[in-house]
């Protein structure tokens, strides 16, 4: 009875502090009705915990509790900005993970047993690999990401424009540089990003300043204005109308209609269940009841995807397919996929390049997942929390 009076006593004094707050800031009760039941941030870890607990194991519980906690960033370096923020990002206590000296002195130790070797991967699936060496791959000295240490969770103040307007640093997701390393871009290559908005590993290419060609294409409308904005935020206007760089907004899945066989590299960075957002964000979220069939044709649209990806590489050239989610049907089943129907399909023979050079680099920034069949996979951890980032490279022979 206590109790009961308690409450009531309780809510007639919110009642009366209802009252004292204005009309117009007070929140509307109709709002509460429309909310649903299992919002979409639910609905993906209901569905997260089901997959990801057969799918990783022992592993899941500390991955969960990392998607679940504030994410890391990075702070892409802008080479064409004038503004000197390296210094000033050093001494808040920052490192370039690119250049750091973890992953120099794996260099140079690789470089006396003289296992490096003129080309930049290794080509082979993983138990092929056997005992081999690993080549080291060679990594553009311009693209420079900063990171806090590990266990550090400072976030980034916000980048500050140059004289010419142009912002200094990009942020974001550290392990989606790896992507963009992988490729591997040369001097004078021509590059296709087949889903490219709103942009970041585009501008991460670009700071390569070895593309001979860059082709930026997306599907959606208001991602490309986002990207035409980061563009014009990041790089100089001489530049953009140079003819070095198109934007374009064909489906992706038809690429072959346009043009086959045309590109060095190509990066097929898919949409999928963006597993981070999906846990934290009810807004545009892809595990919304509207959106249920969506979510389940992903893989088809990722695979179609990347078929077109293989078709628009040039004989020799490589291709990257990544994705920003943990699940094995999205990541490793699209990639095995692929490559069987580019085989049968089309008679295009391709390599899988063994990345592990490239995850034994960078093991003092990033957690990478153990023994994957195909591919590597930066795994969200609290100590270092970047990531879901899937990857993988393939080389086109014919
Ligand atoms: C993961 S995001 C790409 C992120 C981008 N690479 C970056 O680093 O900023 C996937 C993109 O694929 C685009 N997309 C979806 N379906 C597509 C299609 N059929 N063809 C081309 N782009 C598509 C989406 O609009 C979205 O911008």
Redesign the pocket.
Same mark, same amino acid.
């Given at each position: 009875m206590a109790l009961f009076l308690d409450t009531r006593f309780l809510l007639r004094k919110l009642k009366d502090l209802r009252c004292l707050t204005p009309k117009r800031t007070r929140v509307k009760d109709k709002w509460a009705a429309t909310r649903p039941k299992y919002p979409p941030t639910r609905l993906a870890l209901h569905y997260f915990d089901t997959t990801y607990k057969v799918q990783l194991g022992q592993l899941w519980p500390s991955v969960r509790v990392a998607m679940l906690s504030e994410k890391k960033y990075g702070a892409l370096l802008n080479n064409f900005s004038q503004s000197d923020v390296l210094l000033d990002l050093q001494a808040q206590g920052c490192r370039d993970f690119i250049t750091t000296r973890d992953a120099q002195t794996y260099m140079e130790q690789n470089l006396e047993v003289g296992t490096v070797e003129e080309s930049s991967h290794v080509f082979m699936t993983k138990s092929d690999a056997g005992d081999q060496q690993l080549s080291s791959p060679q990594l553009s000295t311009n693209i420079k990401c900063l990171v806090f240490p590990r266990g550090d969770v400072t976030r980034f103040k916000p980048a500050r424009p140059d004289i010419h307007g142009l912002l200094g640093y990009y942020l974001?997701d550290a392990a989606?540089v790896l992507p963009c390393l992988a490729l591997d871009v040369q001097d004078g290559h021509t590059v296709l !990003?087949?889903?490219?908005? =709103? #942009? #970041?590993?585009?501008? &991460?290419l670009l700071q390569t300043q070895s593309i001979r060609f860059l082709c930026v294409? !997306?599907?959606?409308a208001s991602?490309r204005l986002r990207?035409k904005k980061?563009l014009h935020s990041y790089i100089p206007k001489q530049f953009l109308k140079g003819g070095n760089l198109r934007i374009t907004s064909? !489906?992706? &899945? &038809?690429w072959e209609e346009i043009e086959s066989k045309s590109f060095d590299r190509v990066?097929v !960075?898919? =949409?999928?269940t963006?597993d981070r957002h999906s846990l934290m964000e009810d807004d545009n979220n892809i595990f919304s009841k509207n959106r249920v069939s969506e979510r389940r044709r992903l893989p088809q649209?990722q695979l179609?995807?990347l078929l077109a990806g293989i078709q628009a590489a040039c004989p020799g050239g490589e291709i990257v397919y990544? &994705?920003?989610t943990l699940s094995q049907s999205q990541n490793q089943s699209v990639v095995e996929q692929a490559i069987y129907q580019a085989r049968e399909d089309y008679s295009i023979r391709l390599e899988v390049a063994d990345l592990r050079p490239l995850t034994q680099m960078f093991r003092n920034t990033f957690h990478f997942a153990p023994d994957l069949s195909l591919g590597e996979m930066v795994i969200p951890h609290l100590a270092a929390n970047f990531g879901p980032i899937y990857m993988c490279k393939l080389k086109r022979l014919a």
């Open positions: 974001m989606s !990003d087949l889903c490219g908005a =709103p #942009g #970041g590993k585009a501008l &991460t294409n !997306d599907i959606s991602r990207l980061v064909f !489906d992706g &899945t &038809t990066l !960075d898919v =949409p999928c963006t649209l179609a995807l990544s &994705t920003c």
